[in-house]
């Protein structure tokens, strides 16, 4: 297992390739002389508002993925639909499910009081995802700042760069190419699912009606499958279960699960078809910290995705 000391060599070696390489123009200190508050002021609400519902964190993460991967990083999963255009919130993936809007233009709103006009939409989702991942267990990371909000959002788009839950492993690795991700990042971004819920629904199939068959999928461990059910009964997709059995903390036992077939979406699953993924899970329960460090920085890429208008 590596050392704290020679992980923090790797932590601040990586920051400093990150900013040096491939950050183009967004910075950390972007609002420095503009908006000096502006952090400090994001954190406190985050801080609010998962007090008062530890869950929220999940869901304020999870609108920073959704953001980046439609688009780039352009706060375009904010918008709202237009008389001609439905708008990314309303696809079939996002409506219902994603959460933690009202927040977003609560903190929003305490940004314009402070410096008006200054703070994009994108930056705060950005902020709001590191600092509610920190509050679950995360370890921080540093934040690059200065992505210009787009105008359009269109739902359409939300199906063709989104991953879907039933993707196997090479699908996954090919959507997240096409935003300049690779294998390994969408493995370790895939450990997001360490926090918040997932409806019933979204694993369906494998408790239920695997390959059609009205039947469990074998391969997940039996008892966990059992208990499964009585939480997720057949005719009632629309309860929740926690995303791994350490929902409320962001932590690698996402891998352990998922080593121990007690994974639940296709998706997740789909992380033990290939070495690579065994490989990463294992080193991730060995070594807890050096997953959350890794979260981070492939927190950074993702966050780096470039708005295409
Ligand atoms: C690898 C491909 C991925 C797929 C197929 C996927 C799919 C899903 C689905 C279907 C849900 C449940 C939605 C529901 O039941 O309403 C979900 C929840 C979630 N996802 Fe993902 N996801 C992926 C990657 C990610 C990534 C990269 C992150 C963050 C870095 C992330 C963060 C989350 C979180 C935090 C939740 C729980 C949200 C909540 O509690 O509100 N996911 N995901």
């Not at 219902?96 to 314009?112: A, C, N, Q, Y």
């Not at 065994?278 to 993702?302: C, N, R, T």
Request: aromatic content about 10%; charged content about 20%.
């Amino acid at each position: 297992m590596a050392t704290r000391g020679s992980q923090w060599f790797l932590w601040i070696a990586s920051i400093l390739l990150i900013a040096v390489v491939s950050q183009g123009q967004l910075t950390t200190d972007f609002y420095d002389s503009t908006c000096p508050q502006a952090a400090t002021i994001v954190k406190q609400k985050v801080d609010e508002i998962v007090d008062a519902d530890k869950g929220m964190a999940a869901g304020l993460m999870r609108l920073h993925f959704h953001d980046c991967f439609v688009r780039g990083c352009d706060g375009s999963v904010l918008l709202i639909s237009t008389n001609t255009t439905l708008a990314e919130k309303e696809a079939l993936i996002n409506n219902g499910s994603l959460r933690g809007f009202e927040h977003i233009d609560d903190i929003k709103m305490e940004l314009e009081c402070a410096c008006p006009g200054v703070v994009s939409c994108a930056d705060i989702l950005a902020m709001v995802a590191r600092d509610a991942t920190v509050k679950l267990g995360g370890l921080s990371w540093p934040v690059f700042l200065g992505r210009i909000d787009g105008r359009s959002s269109v739902a359409d788009e939300v199906n063709t760069s989104l991953p879907f839950r039933t993707y196997n492993f090479s699908q996954l690795v090919a959507t997240f190419a096409k935003v300049g991700l690779d294998t390994k990042d969408m493995i370790v971004l895939s450990g997001g699912h360490s926090i918040g819920q997932l409806h019933c629904g979204a694993f369906f199939e494998r408790l239920w009606d695997f390959q059609g068959q009205n039947i469990t999928d074998p391969s997940m461990d039996p008892e966990f499958a059992e208990s499964l059910k009585a939480q997720c009964p057949r005719d009632n997709p629309l309860l929740f279960k926690g995303a791994d059995s350490t929902n409320a903390t962001f932590d690698a036992v996402y891998y352990l699960d998922l080593l121990t077939r007690k994974g639940l979406m296709d998706s997740d699953v789909a992380l033990m078809s290939d070495p690579l993924g065994v490989e990463y899970a294992i080193k991730a329960v060995q070594d807890p910290y050096s997953f959350l460090f890794e979260f981070g920085m492939a927190m950074i890429k993702m966050g780096n995705i470039p708005a295409s208008d």
